[in-house]
Nanobody, 123 residues
């Protein structure tokens, strides 16, 4: 079963930046659309950003558009999420996952969720 490992989270002040990384254990990574999701305290998990197989297409939730950027390096089986101008409402556990559909459909993913990485933004 394909596994993903997220990293890069931490505690930052509002307005600062963080880069999250997600490494997948799959040789067919380059044929898979990938996405980032998040779950804030007391909230449901929500979609954040997604990227098509060859980086040709990306899509973002309205809440992060213009501040976050998703990218991938297929040779490293890695997806990144660059988060700029962070806000306290971005506080959440961030997860990456493979997508079964394009464009993304809610929080539908292929396989199971990873452990996630905690991002905490202080005001």
């Amino acid at each position: 079963q394909v596994q993903v490992v997220e990293s890069g989270g931490g505690l930052v002040q509002a307005g600062k930046s963080l880069r999250l990384s997600c490494v997948a254990s799959e040789r067919t990574f380059e044929n898979t659309a990938m996405a980032w999701f998040r779950q804030g305290p007391g909230k449901e998990r929500e979609f954040v950003a997604a990227i098509w197989r060859n980086s040709g297409q990306t899509t973002y939730s309205d809440s992060v558009k213009g501040r976050f950027s998703i990218s991938r390096v297929n040779a490293r089986y890695t997806v990144y999420l660059d988060m700029n101008n962070l806000k306290p409402e971005d506080t959440a556990v961030y997860y990456c996952a493979r997508l079964p559909y394009w464009p993304p459909r809610g929080t539908q993913i292929m396989g199971s969720w990873g452990q996630g990485t905690q991002v905490t933004v202080s005001s």
